[in-house]
């Protein structure tokens, strides 16, 4: 391995996060073949409680030379082969905090521990056959999932419900391999090969694997989320907005225009999908150097987002300041909000909510201009003739229209092709690209087929696209690509 993974000694780290008066355990793991007796030098149990392996011993640690006390905890002890790294592993389970777990950890790196790299133990896991490299990206992703599905996404990869179709496709690459080998090696006493069956059976391998491809933007929704962001001019309710999506007072609300200078964050689930929601300043042109800064972070926050919601005062109908910011995001996937309807008269809002309704990329031009109250005249004023795929109608100060504008994001979702219920599994981007790599080869080998080439140029696209399968699960991996996995896992896993 790398000197980033020199996977040799005993390792210790603290495998909880670590936040002052949060959380009442810390925990401090240690693996490798001085675990026990590094334990046994800093924890002391009293009475006659048994060193035994899967047990756990309540005491103290202490500091081998002062004994000086250090902590009151409890010690899980688990032997060789049965633990998480296949190695000896024990776990100081301190109280929490900052100080306790940080001083037990200086404690086992002073008596023959080092301090344990990013992934570590869960690489350890891996090299001594505890999990294959799909469990080991599962265990990262479920610590880092954001809603239940991503979660379970997560569990399903760790139970090895996507190893094991991928062993399958690669066992059945081997099967074919092995059928043309054979001819090579002993042509002579073999019938000739079923040109048909062999592309028969490649024809089902790039099935599933065209199949599992497909989950592949799932997986990253599930994974990462949306990026929202809510632009719009001041003062239309964007604020509002995000205060009642996420039921707090993220964002400050006044009657003033240009309130929020900043970009404000809010995380939220939206039929299992993690949201990113970003509150953005009001777009418009001014002379206030801190305003400047804000509207400028506002144009490159729309233009990063997944997904735009442009937010109009329905009192105000659709102005010359709401065009032109349509014109800057409308490149973007686009909602149009329209917000504060409960400002407006019930008699105008029942045409005005009938006119957003209408889905179609185009204007109806057969309604006269005599036919439209003022309030319509003024809410379709230099409505683009391109409207968003997508309105709907909010009074955000009063917490209406929340779950029409989530129905309208999943709806969008969907549209996209990517959905996050019901996902039994995902692939996550290296596995794709294996994938992708594994689908080339196999293709080329039906091309080789075509052409009449000799059985020796068969075997070597298949061999290329079974090293691509064994990359996914880590039968077939290189160093570089193990350092690229674990290097994302926290330290104390």
Not at 12 to 35: D, F, K, L, M, Y
Not at 227 to 235: D, E, F, T
Not at 258 to 270: F, H, W
Not at 381 to 405: C, F
Request: aromatic content about 4%.
């Amino acid at each position: 391995m790398s000197e980033v993974f020199a996977t040799t000694g005993t390792i210790a780290a603290i495998a909880t996060a670590v936040v002052p008066q949060q959380g009442s355990v810390g925990i401090v793991r240690v693996s490798g073949s001085q675990a026990i007796a590094l334990a046994q030098t800093l924890f002391h149990a009293p009475g006659q409680q048994v060193w035994e392996s899967h047990r756990i011993l309540y005491g103290y640690i202490r500091h081998p030379q002062t004994q000086q006390l250090v902590d009151e905890a409890l010690l899980l002890l688990m032997k060789a082969p049965r633990s998480y790294t296949r190695e000896d592993v024990v776990e100081f389970h301190c109280h929490g905090g900052i100080m306790a777990v940080q001083q037990v950890l200086q404690l086992c790196l002073e008596n023959g521990a080092r301090l344990a790299q990013p992934g570590e133990f869960t690489l350890r896991a891996f090299l001594n056959g505890r999990l294959d490299l799909t469990q080991a990206e599962g265990i990262a992703d479920l610590v880092g999932a954001k809603s239940p599905q991503a979660a379970q996404s997560a569990l399903a990869g760790l139970q090895g419900k996507l190893a094991h179709p991928i062993r399958q496709l690669r066992a059945n690459c081997l099967d074919i391999l092995a059928e043309i080998e054979a001819r090579i090696d002993f042509e002579e006493d073999l019938l000739p090969l079923d040109d048909k069956v062999i592309i028969s059976e490649i024809d089902k391998i790039a099935a599933e694997i065209t199949r599992l491809l497909e989950t592949k933007d799932k997986g990253e929704l599930l994974r990462t989320g949306l990026k929202v962001a809510i632009v719009g001019r001041p003062n239309v309710g964007k604020s509002s907005l995000l205060n009642a999506w996420s039921r707090s007072d993220r964002a400050i609300v006044t009657d003033l225009p240009g309130t929020t200078r900043d970009v404000v964050e809010s995380q939220l689930v939206v039929g299992g999908i993690p949201v990113q929601v970003l509150d953005t300043a009001g777009i418009r042109e001014t002379t206030d150097q801190v305003e400047k800064i804000g509207v400028e972070r506002s144009r490159r926050a729309a233009n990063a987002a997944d997904l735009v919601l442009l937010t109009i005062d329905a009192s105000a109908g659709w102005t010359e300041g709401d065009q032109e910011i349509y014109e800057q995001v409308q490149h973007r996937p686009l909602i149009l909000v329209i917000n504060k309807i409960d400002l407006v008269e019930e008699s105008e809002r029942k045409t005005l909510q009938a006119q957003i309704q209408n889905r179609s990329t185009e204007r109806s031009r057969s309604v006269s201009e005599r036919s439209r109250t003022p309030l319509e005249k003024q809410a379709t004023r230099s409505v683009p003739q391109e409207s968003p795929k997508s309105k709907i109608v909010t009074a955000a100060a009063q917490n209406q229209g929340i779950d029409a504008l989530e129905t309208a994001i999943l709806e969008l979702v969907k549209a996209e092709k990517v959905q996050a219920a019901d996902l039994d599994l995902a692939i996550n981007q290296r596995q794709a690209a294996a994938l992708t790599q594994a689908k080339i080869s196999l293709e080329q080998v039906q091309a080789t087929i075509a052409q009449q080439l000799p059985l020796d140029f068969w075997t070597i696209d298949l061999r290329g696209a079974i090293q691509a399968l064994g990359e996914i699960t880590g039968e077939e991996v290189t160093e570089s690509v193990l350092d690229r996995i674990f290097s994302k896992f926290c330290i104390g896993k």
